[in-house]
């Protein structure tokens, strides 16, 4: 039975995506992404989605580390403040966007009226909207990489005189290096099909804000060909990005199971 409903998941996951393969017109793909528009739609979502990527590093990695320590008082809060995005609808999250850095949000009436600075429906928004979703898929992959790691050699490298600032980098931060991989895979891939808070905050305006995911939903009404072959290239890019990525994921695995093993026996 346990079986039965493994190969019926296994379906549910699989079957959507053999419908959209064979329902691809592979003769006429090169000529449908070779297109201006989609060129155009692909050039921005890579890279607003290598810039929320960089700065999702920036930011989560020192929020898994402290959220990897359970003496700090009210982690358990924070924990549970990170994981919201991951539960909350994306056009929910787009509209909380546009409540804080609207012209009239909490924030963006200040920006607006001190600076000049206007958020919403630029590719700064594109990129603020895709944070907000694929933040906390990079943050619980670096915390699970620290918590699995083997803290020994940190006590040792501070027993034998290094700075904390040494420990982090030399040997906290390169024995956590596949989490750190597969936490950026994940939040690359995420901001990259990212629809819902972003068509909510920054609008679908070609070559500004109208990523990849919002050209294929307007392309389903007037070209739907058009709309498979960039559903199929953004198939092909995220699992290019997993491939990539799984020796540097998987490597990292082993050498954490033996640490905790090695705890376990101790």
Request: hydrophobic share 60%; aromatic share 6%.
């Amino acid at each position: 039975m346990l079986v039965v409903l493994a190969v019926v998941g296994t379906g549910v996951l699989v079957l959507p995506l053999v419908a959209l393969l064979l329902a691809t017109p592979w003769s006429d793909l090169p000529a449908l992404v070779a297109d201006p528009a989609v060129l155009q739609a692909l050039r921005l979502s890579l890279l607003t989605a290598a810039c929320t990527t960089l700065v999702a590093l920036v930011l989560g990695v020192p929020l898994a580390w402290v959220l990897a320590h359970d003496d700090l008082r009210g982690a358990w809060l924070l924990r549970s403040l990170v994981t919201v995005p991951l539960v909350l609808p994306p056009v929910v999250g787009g509209v909380a966007l546009l409540l804080l850095l609207g012209r009239r949000g909490l924030l963006g009436r200040s920006l607006d009226t001190w600076f000049g600075v206007t958020v919403p429906f630029t590719s700064a928004a594109v990129v603020l909207a895709q944070l907000f979703v694929s933040l906390p898929f990079l943050v619980l992959a670096v915390e699970g990489a620290l918590r699995g790691a083997d803290r020994r050699r940190a006590l040792a490298a501070q027993t034998l005189g290094a700075s904390p600032a040494y420990v982090l980098r030399r040997v906290t931060l390169p024995s956590v290096a596949p989490g750190v991989a597969a936490g950026a895979a994940l939040c690359f891939t995420r901001a990259l099909g990212e629809f819902g808070a972003t068509v909510t905050f920054a609008g679908s305006f070609p070559g500004t804000t109208r990523t990849m995911p919002l050209a294929v939903y307007l392309a389903l009404d007037t070209a739907p060909e058009q709309a498979v072959a960039m559903s199929v290239l953004l198939l092909l890019l995220s699992v290019a990005v997993l491939v990539a990525l799984r020796g540097r994921w998987l490597g990292g695995l082993p050498a954490a199971h033996a640490a905790r093993t090695t705890r376990v026996r101790a």
